[in-house]
Structure formats: C-alpha cells, structure tokens
Nanobody, 120 residues
Framework: QVQLVESGGGLVQPGGSLRLSCAAS????????MSWYRQAPGKERELVAA????????NYADSVKGRFTISRDNAKNTVYLQMNSLKPEDTAVYYC?????????????WGQGTQVTVSS
C-alpha cells in the first residue's frame, strides 16, 4: 500500500521558518523523483520544488528560490522542504508527490497535504 504522509505544517509569523517532511512507504522511494506542490484557496495547485531520485538535481519555483530548500534521505524514505523567510503568500496546503516514468508506464502518488499558514 502506497503512502505519503506529510508533517511539519502549522502557523508561523512572517519571516519565520518551517520544515516539512514527507514519509514514504509502499514503493521503491529511491527510484522516484519527489516534489512539493502547494495550493492556496481559490488558486490552482502549483509546483514549489522538485528533486531527482538520487538527489543530484533540484528545481524551484521562482517565488521560492533562495528561501526554500528541498532535500531527501533515501535511507529514511523521506523528502523534506525547508522553508525560510516565510511570507503570507506562502500560505497554502502543501502536498508531497512521487513520480516515476518508465517506457511502459507512469506512476504518480500524492500525500494528503499539510496546512501552512503564515500570519502575524
């Protein structure tokens, strides 16, 4: 049974930091690219950050570059999102995603999301 369980969300003041975690199980974590997405009320889900299966390459949305860092620990089947200098516009539900493509199939898994609220 595939599971992606996010944690670490909460309420933080502007300028503060949070670290999100996503614990994976039920699939070969080290074979999957991992991403964090977010969705704010009334807006579409957007890609925040992504990391390749071995962790050698990362990519970020322009809005979070220099503030957020994605990382992974394949020994712990966990991906992280360190969020610094948080802004009110970072308020959203953050989702963990696992993706893998082969010549024959595509695999795409989602977590249930964790709420991040940036407010004074």
């Amino acid at each position: 049974q595939v599971q992606l369980v996010e944690s670490g969300g909460g309420l933080v003041q502007p300028g503060g930091s949070l670290r999100l975690s996503c614990a994976a199980s039920g699939f070969t974590f080290s074979s999957y690219a991992m991403s964090w997405y977010r969705q704010a009320p009334g807006k579409e889900r957007e890609l925040v950050a992504a990391i390749t299966s071995a962790g050698g390459s990362t990519n970020y949305a322009d809005s979070v570059k220099g503030r957020f860092t994605i990382s992974r620990d394949n020994a712990k089947n966990t991906v992280y999102l360190q969020m610094n200098s948080l802004k009110p516009e970072d308020t959203a539900v953050y989702y963990c995603n696992a993706e893998r493509e082969t010549p024959w199939d595509e695999y795409d898994y989602w977590g249930q999301g964790t709420q991040v609220t940036v407010s004074s």
